[in-house]
């Protein structure tokens, strides 16, 4: 059987390169246009737009969340969940930022980084506040709905970034 070489993609290992350097006239894949179609004609956000939708989408999510813990456990549960919010916050831009550095074949590493960031800040901040005593205030638990609810929106943003390649339409 005799695989077909993939290497033949209209973007090489360079687009990076040129999306940051075309950013500045607005052409590149962080710049301010809705989407860049690839050599496939599939529509990719950029990132940019990714971050736009994304930190609006965590914050309101992170204040319901917030509203509804204060109303379950207090009004002292309010500080641990605007902490809990802003850690999976940071850690959502912080793996779309890691995850948008590799593109073409190499996507998929780029996807299991982002997911990797977004994983162990979150994991990191409730180790801490196990150790720290800080469940009483019922911050895991806030860290838990914040993160689970930043993970679906992440994962649909980064997969719409996702660039469609031949590695992963298996051709």
């Known amino acids: 059987m005799v695989i077909p070489p993939q290497n033949d993609d209209s973007d090489s290992a360079t ?73 999976c916050i940071a850690g959502s831009i912080l793996g779309l930022l890691a995850g948008s550095i590799f593109t073409g074949p190499q996507a998929v590493n780029g996807l299991l980084l982002g997911l990797f960031c977004r994983m162990s800040l979150a994991l990191g901040a409730g180790m801490v506040a196990m150790i720290g005593g800080w469940n009483g205030s019922r911050f895991v638990e806030c860290l838990l709905a914040n993160y689970l609810y930043s993970l679906v929106i992440d994962t649909v943003l980064a997969v719409w970034m996702l660039r469609s390649t031949r590695a992963l339409r298996g051709t």
């Open 15 to 87: 687009e990076g390169r040129r999306s940051v350097s075309s950013a500045v006239t607005g052409g590149g894949s962080i710049g301010a246009g809705v989407g860049n179609r690839d050599g496939g004609g599939t529509l990719r956000m950029s990132l940019g737009i990714a971050l736009a939708i994304l930190i609006p989408v965590l914050a309101c999510g992170g204040l319901l969340i917030g509203l509804v813990a204060a109303n379950l456990w207090g009004p002292a549960t309010a500080t641990a969940a605007f902490l809990a919010s802003v850690i």
